[in-house]
């Protein structure tokens, strides 16, 4: 079954902290994974998506198959980085684009 | 382009009435998809529509759910008979198309049922 873990409902750190948002996946195949922030009263945005191996706002995320993780990594916390953060996962079934997403996690980045 | 745009943003209705959630995608997207988030939990997937057809309905609910994408006008996610279960954020992406192509999302419609 596809699934996608966020093992951390919140995460709270200092300003310039580092900060790894932890995410797992269960897939069969050679998977697509994202992450997705929500600032407060904003919609869902894209922050990247592993096959652009992109850095956006700091963060990286990198893909290890052996481990099946995703984490979302930042090497110091800023406080406009407070928000909660998704984890996705492209449905591999039917290639329809429809994402399954991990249970969020809140990062709060403390002053 | 002003987003997708979902409407109402909340949205409170008494047990058993119906409750229609829109969604305005992006100008030039002709691909939306409908997420839920119950309390606690991550979003999850709905119904994935094109143009006037429903490609993928896996995660609907068997009955009092329906959405609807007609050639014109706004996706409706129609919810009959609602029940207090029903309260939770309903999300609408939309995209250019299926893969490799980024899915943009509302604000969400926040419904409550009392």
């Known amino acids: 079954a596809q699934r996608v873990t966020q093992p951390e409902k919140l995460l709270s750190v200092f300003k310039g902290a580092p900060v790894e948002l932890k995410c797992n996946y269960s897939?069969?195949?050679?998977?697509?994974l994202f992450w997705y922030v929500q600032y407060s009263r904003q919609r869902l945005q894209l922050l990247l998506r592993?096959?652009s191996r992109e850095s956006i706002k700091g963060f990286t995320a990198d893909l290890n198959k052996g481990e099946t993780s995703f984490h979302l990594k930042k090497p110091f916390a800023q406080e406009e980085d407070s928000a909660m953060y998704y984890c996705?996962?492209?449905?591999?079934?039917?290639?329809?684009?429809?994402?399954?997403f991990g249970q969020g996690t809140t990062l709060q980045v403390k002053p | 382009n002003a987003g997708v745009m979902q409407n109402p943003r909340h949205l409170v209705r008494r047990r058993g009435q119906e409750a229609r959630l829109r969604c305005s995608p992006m100008?030039?997207?002709?691909?939306v998809y409908w997420y839920r988030q119950l309390p606690e939990e991550g979003l999850k997937f709905m119904v994935y529509?094109?143009?006037?057809?429903?490609?993928?309905e896996s995660g609907m609910p068997k009955e009092r759910f329906s959405a609807e994408f007609p050639k014109e006008g706004p996706s409706i996610l129609r919810i009959q008979q609602v029940v207090r279960g029903d309260s939770a954020a309903y999300f609408c992406?939309?995209?250019?198309?299926?893969?490799?192509?980024?899915?943009?999302f509302g604000q969400g419609t926040r419904l409550t049922v009392v």
């Open positions: 992406a939309s995209s250019r198309g299926q893969l490799n192509t980024e899915a943009f």
């Open positions: 897939y069969s195949g050679s998977p697509e």
């Open positions: 592993h096959i």
């Open positions: 996705a996962l492209l449905d591999g079934s039917g290639n329809t684009g429809k994402l399954i």
């Open positions: 100008k030039g997207h002709s691909h």
């Open positions: 529509l094109q143009k006037e057809n429903i490609i993928d």
